[in-house]
């Protein structure tokens, strides 16, 4: 029977982005599904557990351009340990950029990975704006995007998809500056302390 390995790669994966995306992608698909995070207590079950499922699907968000450090530590123990079996691997990924082929890269990273280690590269799901699109009246466009990944991987026909807010750049900028300077006030950050290049005090060491 076909079942699906849902990996949460985010470094924050219990609050993150990537677990809502993982939990809409379970809402839709009609595979059944097991959703695990790279960061969580049973990260030491998923090599274990591979052997168990059809496909692999890597949820996680744009890390400077790449793939996040306890997704590519995963990656590198997946390699080195040969884990059993031989899963497709599919991509939903999310960045805080506009534009959805930012994510081109981390996604040829996993591309790599899959040919030298014998793997069948599946489906990919690139989201632009992905930090805010889902506190949005564009929410729509997102669920819609990962209805088709979760049918596509049914049906085992590969498919490359992009989604992103439908603004200009200069209304997404505004849009994004409004939302994280009421994210700092949140939690107590001013504009001008988000705006430093500095993202630690000065302290002395002895």
């Not at 379970?26 to 097991?34: D, F, I, N, W």
């Not at 534009?99 to 591309?111: H, S």
Request: glycine share 8%.
């Amino acid at each position: 029977m076909e079942k699906i390995m849902i990996l949460n790669g985010s470094p924050r994966a219990p609050r993150s982005n990537s677990k809502q995306y993982a939990a809409l992608f379970e809402k839709y698909s009609r595979l059944p599904t097991e959703t695990f995070s790279v960061t969580g207590p049973k990260a030491g079950e998923i090599g274990k557990k591979i052997q168990e499922f059809s496909h692999v699907l890597l949820v996680f968000p744009l890390y400077a351009d790449g793939l996040p450090v306890p997704l590519l530590r995963f990656l590198k123990e997946w390699e080195q340990n040969g884990f059993p079996g031989k899963p497709t691997v599919s991509v939903l990924i999310n960045c805080g950029f506009l534009e959805p082929e930012q994510n081109d890269v981390a996604i040829d990273m996993v591309k790599l990975f899959c040919r030298k280690n014998g793997l069948t590269f599946g489906s990919v799901l690139k989201i632009g704006s992905g930090e805010a699109i889902l506190q949005t009246p564009f929410r729509w466009l997102v669920e819609r995007k990962i209805r088709r990944l979760a049918a596509n991987m049914e049906k085992g026909t590969w498919s490359v998809q992009r989604v992103t807010m439908p603004l200009t750049k200069n209304m997404f900028l505004k849009a994004s500056t409004k939302y994280w300077e009421s994210y700092g006030k949140k939690n107590g950050i001013p504009r001008d302390e988000m705006a430093t290049m500095s993202i630690e005090k000065e302290t002395n060491v002895r």
